[in-house]
């Protein structure tokens, strides 16, 4: 099982950015799947996740700007980021909580690799 993630990169102040998640491999099914986020030298925190029913939990810090949707079908996540700030500068880290196989064994988290995002003043 692996997470590809995509999107991300340098935009200005008050813009828009998007960021994707898709998970492959051998799935049974996914609970919760979001995005963690890590600027330098701060602690990686939660941005915002999702559960396989649709609910969601959004960090007060993007609240109103940020966006969590998924594709169920589709294994995927998207992260709508809007109104960026230069305090969303980070590395973001898509994550799912993923039971492989047959189904019997647990869940248990896989992350993708990390994006780049840049905002300027």
């Known amino acids: 099982v692996q997470l590809q993630a995509s999107g991300g990169g340098l935009v200005q102040a008050g813009g828009s950015l998007a960021l994707s998640c898709e998970a492959f491999g051998n799935i049974f099914s996914i609970h919760d799947m979001g995005w963690y986020r890590q600027a330098p030298g701060k602690q990686r925190e939660l941005v915002a996740s999702?559960?396989?029913?649709?609910?969601?939990n959004v960090a007060d810090s993007v609240k109103g700007r940020f966006t969590i949707a998924r594709e169920g079908a589709a294994h995927a996540a998207f992260l709508q980021m809007s109104n960026v700030k230069p305090e969303d500068t980070a590395v973001y880290y898509c994550?799912?909580?993923?039971?492989?196989?047959?189904?019997?064994?647990?869940?248990?988290?896989?992350w993708g690799q990390g994006t780049q995002v840049t905002v300027s003043s």
């Open positions: 999702i559960t396989s029913g649709g609910s969601t």
């Open positions: 994550y799912a909580d993923i039971v492989i196989g047959g189904g019997k064994n647990r869940a248990a988290p896989y």
